[in-house]
């Protein structure tokens, strides 16, 4: 084999090294302080981006570039154009990546890598001149750079401006390994000056790359570039040839300028900001460009911004706000700034406190219900936006849920055809309706996540917030629908769930009328023997989690549950949760979500000194386990990739002690799940297929708090637990499960998710798989007093209040039967009764715990102890009566106190 040298040119000061292989094939490669860049020589756009840290790794799509080229396939450098003259009231759409032509090479300076003047089939009198430059930045940073010249004869309104952000989250093809070691995804900050996208590989390993904008280039929207084509299967202007999917999100576009999409395409939806248009007056030259960071890891990243005069917002506990509980938003900048400002105006309330280290803090109250918005605007002017939404109190959301639930899901008609009532129903909020039909057959037979989502939640609920009248309504529900209906109570298929009570025939059944203005020839329109399989796993959890609610209400509460006994109750989740893997074994093999109540299951019934059952059913679960542990990634689904099978995987890992595979997922999910300063994407779990299988608007696009925000918080909060130094664990963590709070709307109606794509930006009609969702907010919410290394003591889900070494901390989640004292390392959970307050003594160690009074059901608490720290952990400062691990509290007419200290 005849060696090949690389070929050198010099630029000015600047080295362009240039592979021959890719003279051949026209690619041009260069090199900034942190990237290994290659861009194709004709049109100037990327092909390569390799971190020099990143052994290797790319970030951008090189791989498919033999498959990814030619008209119609955005790349990295592509800009979008929307645009009129003065004088006309039409726009009109202009693009790089619709036509590929070259570019017109351009001379270059000592810091420009590249340099071209881009066709994009503008008008010649026009007199638009659009030149692109990829040029190194006073800094050393990569950077991406537009120059628009107004050279004709009349001003131009630019009312888009879009630059392509296109990384590799192409996944088809893949097995899991080559995805998570190959692939990344990007999650946008879209606040305006301030904001930038995070690209994160899928194994959550760094580096990470950051994109921000530089002067004048404000980040306005995030557009997806879709993938219509005209009929001879050509990409149609503003839209990407590779197809949408499962395995692939799509790309998306950075638009400094959108007010030409508002008044079209997005008219009547209400943008994360005020959309703007750009004014290019006859011979005037206007700029857009962007930055490229290297973050030596994703933890890094709000560290890396800071480095390089990057505005950072960080709310504390986040930016979802309930409206009696005020947040911290910690802001740090190198300009002074010049004004805070909430849209809508009086939403929230804005007080300036003290600072610290570099860091100015704004005590934040929510007063209007709803999405808001703050714009920090600096001394250079530069501003910077953090979207907030404000909630009801937490607890009364969840009493607003249960009671819609419990009333305007409630159906009861002993005529029904296919037996399900009495039940819970999937709901149509844009018809206030319950849902009867659905082509999805599932949506309208109470199982599978959408049709299961109603009563899951409801019953969730009942953990932490029990309705003794919604409770007995929901034993109906299970003595006359679930037991024997959904759930197989005989014959070989005993325990088996089946996958929908409705289902689609031809031949309709007597007393069946199929709605005619409904496609039933789709696959999903199950026949009455596919409707009646047991066959898939994700249907038992649900079933296993509401056995598992009422087992621990009838044990810990008296008079709540009263259609069987706490051991029924128990029997009928152990023998779901056995049931699964030997009646649904193929799907069984992968992750469930919801998946960590059958551990709680399994010690529950080591805890009822039930060794037989516990023995058996740890063996199944073991075997499960096993076969993940052998996986290099094995977070395999029913789908190509998917976010829901991570937290059980986690759980069990834990479990049997397998800490390298733990600590992988727990990494894993944070190169999905990030934290960033909006409501909407801070602790929010990638997944962007479900509005097809479980929304009303049924369509590919990236959800907002799906149920895989609230399931993926689990195992970053018992991470967190384990490590309390690791705060951004409990960040991202925290921002999932509140996020799972704006779902629910002022009378109780809890959506599937929100629409991101720009056109929508509202929650979705139907409840569909919200109940998965609000499991994970069920078992995970908690208050947690944690210490930031700079911020000293904060609250999440709860005030603080400091007196010389006395710390008092009131919790104000939804539950309030949880909470962890991060520098005592202690965690308390309540299986009956709330905490009303706690009070840490930092110098001693001691806690005072303030339980509520006793209510008709519960007049006892049930207290358990956790010390995530090696030692003994904390006990009790008088005996206490102890049953199954639990600290039996006698709860009288006002609050009971129960003294803690550290035990020596």
């Known amino acids: 084999m005849r060696n090949v040298v690389s070929a050198a040119l010099r630029v000015g000061a600047v ?351 929510g007063k209007q219900w709803g999405r808001s918005r703050l714009t920090i605007t600096y001394a250079d002017g530069t501003r910077q936006a953090v979207h907030y939404f404000v909630t009801k109190p937490s607890a009364t959301v969840l009493d607003d849920l249960g009671r819609f639930i419990a009333t305007k899901h409630w159906y009861d008609d002993p005529s029904d055809p296919f037996k399900r009532g009495p039940s819970f129903m999937t709901y149509d909020r844009e018809r206030n309706a319950v849902v009867l039909q659905d082509q999805r057959v599932w949506m309208a037979g109470l199982s599978d996540e959408g049709g299961a989502g109603a009563w899951l939640a409801l019953v969730m609920k009942q953990l932490g917030a029990p309705n003794a009248s919604e409770i007995e309504r929901f034993e109906r529900f299970v003595t006359q629908t679930l037991d024997g209906r959904l759930q197989v109570n005989e014959g070989p298929e005993k325990f088996g769930v089946r996958k929908s009570l409705f289902y689609y025939e031809p031949q309709a059944p007597q007393g069946v009328r199929y709605d005619p203005a409904i496609d039933w020839t789709k696959w999903s329109a199950w026949r009455k023997s596919q409707a009646d399989s047991v066959v898939r796993s994700f249907n038992y959890v649900h079933v296993a989690a509401a056995h598992w609610v009422l087992y621990r209400l009838a044990r810990y509460h008296e008079g709540l549950v009263k259609a069987h006994d706490w051991r029924w109750y128990l029997d009928r989740a152990y023998q779901t949760a056995l049931a699964m893997p030997k009646l649904a074994p193929e799907y069984a093999k992968f992750g469930q979500m919801e998946g960590e109540v059958f551990i709680e299951i399994l010690r529950d019934l080591q805890d009822e000194g039930m060794k037989a059952e516990a023995s058996q059913l740890e063996q199944a679960m073991r075997e499960r386990a096993d076969h993940w542990a052998a996986e290099e990634y094995p977070f395999g689904s029913e789908m190509p990739w998917d976010s829901t099978g991570q937290p059980e995987v986690y759980a069990w890992m834990r479990y049997f002690g397998n800490t390298a595979k733990a600590d992988l997922t727990r990494e894993v999910i944070l190169g999905y799940d990030p934290t960033l300063p909006s409501w909407g994407y801070n602790g929010n779990a990638r997944r962007y297929w479900d509005f097809m299988y479980a929304g009303k608007t049924a369509q590919l696009e990236r959800q907002l708090h799906h149920y895989g925000s609230a399931n993926n918080a689990l195992p970053l909060l018992d991470s967190f637990r384990r490590d309390p130094r690791d705060i951004h664990l409990l960040r991202v963590a925290y921002g999932g499960l509140m996020g799972t709070l704006t779902n629910i709307d002022q009378d109780g109606f809890g959506s599937a998710a929100f629409h991101s794509n720009p056109d929508l930006l509202r929650f979705d009609g139907y409840n569909g798989d919200y109940g998965s969702a609000f499991y994970g907010y069920a078992y995970g919410i908690g208050s947690y007093l944690a210490r930031h290394p700079v911020f000293g003591n904060v609250g999440f889900g709860g005030s603080t209040q400091e007196q010389g070494s006395i710390v008092s901390f009131v919790p104000r989640d939804g539950f309030r039967t949880r909470v962890f004292l991060a520098e005592a390392g202690l965690w308390l959970t309540l299986d009956a009764g709330k905490f009303a307050r706690l009070d840490y003594d930092r110098n001693s160690g001691n806690v005072s715990v303030y339980l509520d009074r006793a209510d008709k059901f519960t007049p006892k608490a049930q207290l358990r102890l956790e010390s995530t720290r090696s030692g003994a952990g904390y006990r009790p400062s008088t005996t206490l009566n102890k049953q199954r691990g639990r600290y039996v509290i006698s709860l009288g007419k006002s609050e009971t106190s129960v003294q803690l200290t550290p035990a020596r």
């Open 15 to 365: 080295w362009l090294f240039v592979h021959p292989l890719a003279m051949a094939s026209t690619a041009l490669t260069v090199q900034s302080r942190d990237f290994d860049v290659v861009l194709d020589g004709p049109s100037q756009t990327l092909v390569s981006l390799k971190p020099k840290q990143g052994a290797g790794f790319d970030f951008a799509p090189s791989k498919l570039q033999s498959t990814r080229s030619g008209d119609g396939y955005y790349q990295l450098g592509d800009i979008d154009l929307r645009l009129r003259t003065a004088g006309e009231s039409q726009w009109q759409d202009y693009s790089t990546a619709f036509r590929r032509e070259p570019a017109r090479e351009l001379p270059r300076d000592a810091k420009t890598l590249a340099a071209g003047e881009v066709s994009m089939g503008l008008p010649s009198e026009l007199g638009l001149r659009v030149v692109r430059r990829w040029q190194i930045g006073d800094n050393g940073n990569l950077s991406l750079r537009f120059e628009l010249t107004n050279a004709g004869q009349r001003d131009i309104e630019l009312g888009g401006v879009g630059l392509a952000m296109v990384f590799d989250n192409v996944l088809s093809k893949r097995s899991l390994a080559e995805a998570h070691t190959e692939a990344s995804f990007a999650d946008p900050y879209i606040g305006l000056d301030a904001g930038y996208l995070q690209v994160t590989r899928l194994n959550g390993q760094g580096p990470a790359l950051i994109v921000a904008g530089e002067n004048g280039t404000p980040f306005e929207a995030y557009r997806p570039i879709a993938d219509k084509k005209d009929e001879s299967g050509k990409a149609l202007l503003l839209n990407d040839a590779t197809q949408r999917g499962q395995t692939f999100e799509g790309f998306y576009t950075w638009m400094a300028a959108s007010r030409g999409f508002a008044e079209r395409e997005w008219k009547g939806a209400e943008q994360w900001n005020e959309p703007t248009t750009v004014t290019l007056r006859r011979g005037e030259t206007r700029r857009f460009g962007v930055q490229f960071l290297v973050s030596k890891s994703i933890r890094e990243i709000e560290n890396t911004l800071a480095a390089n005069a990057r505005p950072v917002a960080v709310g504390i506990p986040g930016y979802v706000l309930p409206t009696d509980l005020t947040g911290d938003l910690w802001l740090s900048s190198r300009q002074a700034i010049r004004s805070v400002v909430a849209q809508p105006a009086g939403a929230l309330v804005i007080a300036a406190a003290d600072g610290v280290q570099g860091w100015s803090r704004y005590r934040v109250t």
